[in-house]
């Protein structure tokens, strides 16, 4: 019983007010509150705690919290509730109280062990009874949310669907005196406590008999969470006992130092020895981890293939090797797996160890290199470059040239010297001409040995296409033309171009190159701007100084004259220059009409 419950009404709340500090007020309420639950006050504090929360604050608020420790009190006195359901702490607010206490308000009150006997057809069946002690099967997830939730949404994991289907059923829940006590899964080789914790040797003895029986009866092995048993019962669980550490070292070989004495048979110790064979056979590391006493010639032979083996695919890890297994053979393969990985490699090998097997297969992956990559060429050392290699980097050269659309930027820079033919050159050429025609911007990316007269007039003539043809960004075009291509006939092209463009947007006149700006086409810019004034006057703020007459400003000002009239608002858009006497009387005159 909890000892405070066993003090009297005064001293608890003496207890209140000094130890808790809670003020008087809030302690002489509580107690009239916990008075007309039962005379003893025994739920005083919790009702105190409660209004300092503030989770009890109206008049409604007492009466229903009174009406529901009636209950409460009951349910305590008639035994419907043990354990923590009957501890008023475990409950952190009132809506928390009310909630548990719902099941009980309607109908006749049934014990907890009366309702889950209801769930037996639900995945829930009774396995034995031993003293006080039940052991009940859960084999569903429905049966796990009821039986394995406790007040707060505390309990075991699997009372939550994500958490049970990670384990396999059948449960065991054990009940002591009717109460929940421990959950037993022996897929998992787990056994916890209410507060889902592995149970301790001390938590483990009320319920020990019935746990070797289940145990026992069905065959289940003793696994690490609750091999106290067999210390507890030797002789009845020693087979479940050893089964469980075979089980345990499947999976855990290097626990084998951990095995006591007595398990240590031929039998058990042959298990270990053949998991250890499948692991080497695997993992050739695992070697470090194995016992001297299963070291066999055996192993070390299974070790030394599986590291021949590792080795193909794993060349680099040579270092993780033990000194014992270091031979000239595995060097090789070692080294094998580098050269065809990386051929630069070939340098990083002692010439003692250089064998004309190792210079063979550095020779071929030079020679795969190079079919899809002839860069590598002149990373090649100079005694792999024999004439089959040079041949194989010059077609390779060839096929790169002659597919890529851009070679002589991309790639001609990088042509090493020695494949600089006649041929290349004019694989080269050939596709510059075809480019130029689409795209003569890349005029100044050609090498100078290339710029002949024929591609010099190609890229003229498509230059000249694109001026004619592209009458938006014709003017955008010419910055791009290099200076010897600008002849009087293009110049007069896109000089066509500006004037169309300018009569349309007089605002062009200022991306208008100097050697096109004419006094033509400074008078059609004029023009235009003249036109766009007459029809809106904010045209102004865009005309550039040097265009910036009498006659425009006289436009520009009529113009907002007869906006202002209409509208006195204009006011704050005329640009200061054009403000006078005159627009200020204007606009006063058109503000006060409106």
């Known amino acids: 019983m909890n000892w405070y419950n066993q003090i009297k009404l005064a001293d608890r709340r003496q207890y209140l007010i000094e130890k808790l500090g809670i003020p008087i007020e809030v302690v002489n309420w509580a107690d009239q509150i916990s008075k007309q639950v039962e005379p003893s006050g025994k739920y005083i504090q919790w009702i105190a705690e409660q209004n300092i929360k503030k989770n009890i604050l109206t008049k409604e608020d007492n009466n229903k919290i009174i009406e529901n420790l009636k209950l409460f009190h009951e349910l305590k006195q008639k035994n419907k509730i043990k354990g923590k359901e009957a501890d008023i702490r475990s409950f952190i607010n009132p809506n928390n109280l009310s909630e548990f206490l719902e099941k009980f308000k309607s109908g006749d009150i049934d014990s907890k062990r009366e309702k889950e006997k209801k ?7 009774t396995v034995f009874s031993l003293g006080n002690v039940d052991v009940v099967e859960i084999s569903t997830q ?9 007040p707060n949404n505390e309990g075991w994991c699997i009372k939550d669907p994500k958490f049970y289907k990670k ?3 059948p449960f065991y829940l054990f009940y002591v005196d009717g109460e929940r006590y421990a959950l037993f899964n022996d897929k998992s080789g787990e056994f916890k406590n209410i507060d889902d914790k592995t149970l301790t040797k001390k938590e483990i003895i009320p319920i020990a008999e019935a746990a070797k029986e289940l145990i026992k009866n069905n065959n289940f092995v003793l696994k690490e969470d609750y091999m106290v048993l067999y210390e507890m019962y030797p002789e009845e669980l020693r087979d479940n006992a050893y089964e469980g550490w075979k089980k345990y070292l499947t999976e855990n070989t290097y626990a084998w130092e951990d095995v006591p004495e007595e398990f240590k048979t031929e039998e058990l110790k042959n298990h270990v020895y053949q ?3 499948k692991e080497l056979m695997k993992n050739p590391n695992y070697w470090i981890n194995v016992p001297e006493e299963f070291r066999t010639e055996e192993l070390k032979n299974i070790v030394y293939k599986s590291w021949k083996k590792y080795l193909t695919e794993n060349a680099y890890d040579w270092e993780k090797i033990p000194e014992e297994f270091i031979t000239e053979e595995l060097k090789n393969i070692s080294y094998e797996g580098w050269l065809m990985d990386n051929p630069l490699n070939w340098e990083k090998i002692s010439e003692e160890l250089k064998t004309p ?5 550095t020779y071929e992956t030079w020679k795969k290199s190079l079919i899809g990559y002839p860069h590598n060429w002149r990373s090649i050392p100079e005694e792999f470059k024999l004439e089959e290699l040079r041949n194989i980097a010059y077609e390779a050269w060839k096929k790169e040239l002659a597919k890529n659309p851009e070679a002589g930027m991309d790639m001609w820079r990088y042509l090493p010297e020695e494949f600089n033919t006649e041929e290349l050159r004019t694989i080269v050429y050939e596709r510059w001409k075809k480019e130029l025609i689409k795209h003569p911007y890349i005029w100044e990316d050609i090498p100078e040995e290339f710029k002949t007269e024929e591609l010099k007039n190609i890229v003229y003539e498509a230059w000249k296409k694109e001026l004619m043809k592209n009458s938006n960004s014709a003017m955008e075009l010419w910055k791009h033309i290099p200076k010897e291509l600008k002849t009087k006939e293009l110049i007069n092209i896109v000089y066509q171009k500006w004037k169309k463009e300018s009569i349309k ?8 190159p100097e050697e096109l700006r004419t006094p033509e086409l400074k008078n059609i810019i004029y023009q235009g701007y003249k036109i766009k004034l007459e029809k809106d006057p904010y045209y102004w703020k865009y005309i550039p100084e040097e265009l910036k007459t009498e006659e425009l400003r006289n436009v520009a000002y009529q113009g907002w004259k007869n906006e202002l009239g209409k509208d006195p608002l204009i006011w704050d858009y005329i640009p200061k220059d054009l403000k006078t006497k005159e627009l200020e009387q204007i606009y006063l005159q058109s503000r006060q009409n409106k």
């Open 119 to 125: 769930l037996t057809e639900e995945g829930v069946k």
């Open 357 to 361: 097997k190792l210079w063979n297969i």
């Open 142 to 150: 429905e049966a796990a949310s009821k039986l394995c939730r406790f």
């Open 167 to 169: 384990y396999t059923p």
């Open 275 to 277: 998991v250890w064979k």
């Open 505 to 512: 947007n007089p605002v062009h006149w200022k991306y208008v």
